[in-house]
Antibody, heavy 119, light 111 residues
Framework: QVQLVQSGNETKKPGASVKVSCKAS????????VTWVRQVSGQGLEWMGWISPYNGDTKYPEKFQDRVTVTADTSTNTAYLELRSLRPDDTAMYFC????????????WGPGSQVTVSS | NFILTQPQSVSESLGKTVTISCARSTGVIARNYVQWYQQRPGSAPTTIIF?????PSGVPDRFSGSLDTSSNSASLTISGLKTDDEADYFC??????????FGGGTKLAVL
């Protein structure tokens, strides 16, 4: 069965960077995309980026173009989200999700990784 | 870019039917597929409707999705409401550059 295992919770200081991982299993990693979505406690879902592990193509919303990098390692079936120049308002749950390449949709969500930014 | 507008909250009684709307501000709603995600408290979202009206295996047919071109919106209808349906529901679509857009979410209370 499809599984997405995310890295553990992180606490970082403002200005630092964080890298969250998402290890996929149960499907052919390069046949699907990985999407990253975050959620501030009590608020909605916010799309942060998308990668096709097949060819490394990425997409980002304008809001995160300068601070987010999404990568994928096909040798370990793991996707990564790096967020730089952290601010307290980046404190959120970060979800990875198995997505389709041709149509931007999620068919399986990861459990989430909590990132807390505090001095 | 466009936005997707959902009601902040809806409520309905046990066993009844409720519909949650998702209005697209600009551009035709039917141009890009709409998905619906359910998020129970303290849990990750799950996909309950994809490509406007398709259900993943395991999602009961009490959940259905549709488009209303007259109001330029998508709708999620849940019939035979159960207490277990209490959750937040998010719609999602994308633009012509495949950039994702989420609705703000709707909290469903089952009375």
């Amino acid at each position: 069965q499809v599984q997405l295992v995310q890295s553990g919770n992180e606490t970082k200081k403002p200005g630092a960077s964080v890298k969250v991982s998402c290890k996929a299993s149960g499907y052919i990693f390069t046949n699907f995309a990985v999407t990253w979505v975050r959620q501030v406690s009590g608020q909605g879902l916010e799309w942060m980026g998308w990668i096709s592990p097949y060819n490394g193509d990425t997409k980002y919303p304008e809001k995160f173009q300068d601070r987010v990098t999404v990568t994928a390692d096909t040798s370990t079936n793991t996707a990564y989200l790096e967020l730089r120049s952290l601010r307290p308002d980046d404190t959120a749950m970060y979800f990875c999700a198995k997505s389709w390449i041709a149509v931007p949709l999620v068919d399986k969500w990861g459990p989430g990784s909590q990132v807390t930014v505090s001095s | 870019n466009f936005i997707l507008t959902q009601p902040q909250s809806v409520s309905e009684s046990l066993g009844k039917t409720v519909t949650i709307s998702c209005a697209r501000s600009t551009g035709v709603i039917a141009r890009n597929y709409v998905q619906w995600y359910q998020q129970r408290p303290g849990s990750a979202p799950t996909t309950i409707i994809f490509q406007d009206d398709r259900r993943p295996s395991g999602v009961p047919d009490r959940f259905s999705g549709s488009l209303d071109t007259s109001s330029n919106s998508a709708s999620l209808t849940i019939s035979g409401l159960k207490t277990d349906d209490e959750a937040d529901y998010f719609c999602q679509t994308y633009d012509d550059n495949n950039l994702w857009v989420f609705g703000g979410g709707t909290k469903l209370a089952v009375l």
